[in-house]
């Protein structure tokens, strides 16, 4: 079990981590959510916040597919980028989002929808409806998070 001073440093670090997402794999992004950051046993991973860097390269045709979502591995979402503006157009784009910290129906200490914890649970990234299609450009994205023990000491 850790100690309360070992867990009080811990949370106030932030992590990040920063992955490259090809043109093959946005496109199949539905189909195949990406593991963006690998879940430790005994741990618990809150997103903060993300940069979203869209390269230059054709459109995107979204197919109804509202947002890139950041979600934990039982489908629960913690983060979102809206497509629309931003996936469908030609140029690069950036845009930075606060994940999960900043709706309650993430994660609330005030909220009837409190996040339950996943021991382990990775964070990965998937769109909402469907698969976007006939696009190029990739997709890079840093994502500020914090860790969490499952166990929080009391001393």
């Known amino acids: 079990m850790l100690s309360g001073k070992l867990y009080n440093q811990m949370i106030r670090q932030s992590l990040y981590t920063k992955v490259y997402i090809t043109s093959a794999q946005i496109l199949a992004l539905f189909s195949t959510p990406i593991n963006i950051i ?3 046993s005994g ?3 809150i997103p903060e916040i993300v940069h979203w860097v869209k390269e230059a390269g054709t459109a995107y045709t979204l197919n109804g597919s509202t947002n890139l979502k950041l979600q934990w591995a039982n489908g629960t979402a913690c983060g979102q980028a ?3 503006g931003f996936m469908d157009q030609t140029g690069q784009l950036t845009a930075f989002t606060q994940a999960a910290s900043s709706a309650a129906s993430y994660y609330s200490v005030f909220s009837a929808s409190l996040l339950t914890a996943i021991n382990g649970a990775n964070i990965q990234l998937t769109t909402e409806t469907a698969n976007l299609t006939l696009g ?3 997709l890079i994205l840093t994502i500020l998070y914090r860790q969490y023990p499952m ?3 009391f001393n």
């Open 38 to 40: 690998l879940g430790q």
């Open 43 to 45: 741990m618990f991973y």
């Open 82 to 84: 809206a497509n629309a």
């Open 136 to 138: 190029t450009g990739g």
């Open 151 to 153: 166990v929080i000491p």
